[in-house]
Every structure is written in structure tokens, then in C-alpha cells.
T-cell receptor, first 113, second 111 residues
Framework: NAGVMQNPRHLVRRRGQEARLRCSPM?????VYWYRQLPEEGLKFMVY????????ESGMPKERFSAEFPKEGPSILRIQQVVRGDSAAYFC???????????FGPGTRLTVL | DAKTTQPTSMDCAEGRAANLPCNHS???????VYWYRQIHSQGPQYIIH???NNETNEMASLIITEDRKSSTLILPHATLRDTAVYYC????????????FGTGTRLKVLA
């Protein structure tokens, strides 16, 4: 009974490169959420997706960030032209329905050099 | 901004009950109270949630006051592995069911 899976667990990028973070939800879950956590802070909501649809992206920066959840395969959070301020832990969560509790993955720690 | 207020930190002796308070004085009638914890830098772990009745599961108990303006998470017999940051979250329904995390309570269980 696998939980939410995220990979890679650690990602190092140089300024200007692209970062791709992947999230596989729990089996049977079609609702995916992405959160970002800066050091010593709480998690901040970024985006909520269902299969092939972005439902709420109110927490996403307007530029350089995008997310998708295709019909087949994991959800992807993509950060283009990374800057040092993008260094953070990125957590994915999934839920059975939008009203059910969310279960979180182990996170991807992005470091931008 | 988070709709909850929690103490920044608390200590608890191993084997004793840990009582973590949360204030949510502006909660609406259809909003639930959720508790999660984050151990070290792992992903948050779901603990329990409730609307207005007290709830208990294998991990903890949740006591919600009658006016719903505050709640308490109780870990009945704290162990060293319960050392974590505990987040109280009011589930804000603004179009979608996203969580808004505050800064949480850093619980340290002492041997």
C-alpha cells in the first residue's frame, strides 16, 4: 500500500537551469496538491490539480512555474530558469476526493547554486 | 494568513500526556479542524480531524470546545518519537479545499 511518492528526493540545479519535480499520488487518488516550504517556515499552498485539469493555482508564482497532472503518469511541477530563492522543500499531497484528508509525500529538496 | 493560533513551542515528559492547544476563533460552521505533524523535515503526517464532536483514533484525541473557537490535540502517552512540529489547520473552503498552514507548535518530548 504505497503512499505518495516523490522524486527526486534531492535536486541540485545551477541558476538558470530547469527543475522538474515528480509526484505519484496514492493508488486511487486523483486529486494532487503541491506545497512549498522555505527553511524554518510552514508549508505554503501552490497548486491543486485533478487529472488533466488545474483547479486552483492561486499560490503559484506567475512566471517560471508550471504544473501538470496528465491522464497517464505522475504530476509534474516544473520550474524554469531557477534562481536561488527557489531553494526549498517541495511537497506533494494527494486525496481521494477534494473533501478528504490529504496525504503528503516525503518531499523534494531543491538547492539552487 | 492562517486562521489558527498556536504556541510556538512546548515540552512534555516522556510517558505523560501532551496537550497541544489551538485557537481558531473565526472558524465558520462548515469548516473542519485538522491536525498534522512534521517530524524533522519529512512530509506532514495526518493525525486527526473533526467538526464539532470530540474525536479519537489510534494516534490521538481531539477535543473541540462547544463554541468551536478552540481545540486541543491530546497525545495520551508521549514518546520521544512524537517530537515534531504540530500544525492545527482550519480547512478553508475558498473554491477548493486547500490547507493554509501556520507556524505550528514545536513539541519536544523529554526523556
Amino acid at each position: 500500500n504505497a503512499g505518495v511518492m516523490q522524486n527526486p528526493r534531492h535536486l541540485v540545479r545551477r541558476r538558470g537551469q530547469e527543475a522538474r519535480l515528480r509526484c505519484s499520488p496514492m493508488k486511487g487518488h486523483s486529486h494532487v496538491y503541491w506545497y512549498r516550504q522555505l527553511p524554518e517556515e510552514g508549508l505554503k499552498f501552490m497548486v491543486y490539480l485533478q487529472k488533466e485539469n488545474i483547479i486552483d493555482e492561486s499560490g503559484m508564482p506567475k512566471e517560471r512555474f508550471s504544473a501538470e497532472f496528465p491522464k497517464e503518469g505522475p504530476s509534474i511541477l516544473r520550474i524554469q530558469q531557477v534562481v536561488r530563492g527557489d531553494s526549498a522543500a517541495y511537497f506533494c499531497a494527494s486525496s481521494l476526493t477534494e473533501a478528504n484528508e490529504q496525504f503528503f509525500g516525503p518531499g523534494t529538496r531543491l538547492t539552487v547554486l | 494568513d492562517a486562521k489558527t493560533t498556536q504556541p510556538t513551542s512546548m515540552d512534555c515528559a516522556e510517558g505523560r500526556a501532551a496537550n497541544l492547544p489551538c485557537n481558531h476563533s473565526t472558524i465558520s460552521g462548515n469548516e473542519y479542524v485538522y491536525w498534522y505533524r512534521q517530524i524533522h523535515s519529512q512530509g506532514p503526517q495526518y493525525i486527526i480531524h473533526g467538526l464539532k464532536n470530540n474525536e479519537t483514533n489510534e494516534m490521538a484525541s481531539l477535543i473541540i470546545t462547544e463554541d468551536r473557537k478552540s481545540s486541543t490535540l491530546i497525545l495520551p502517552h508521549a514518546t520521544l518519537r512524537d517530537t515534531a512540529v504540530y500544525y492545527c489547520i482550519v480547512r478553508v473552503i475558498i473554491g477548493t479545499y486547500k490547507y493554509i498552514f501556520g507556524t505550528g507548535t514545536r513539541l519536544k518530548v523529554l526523556a
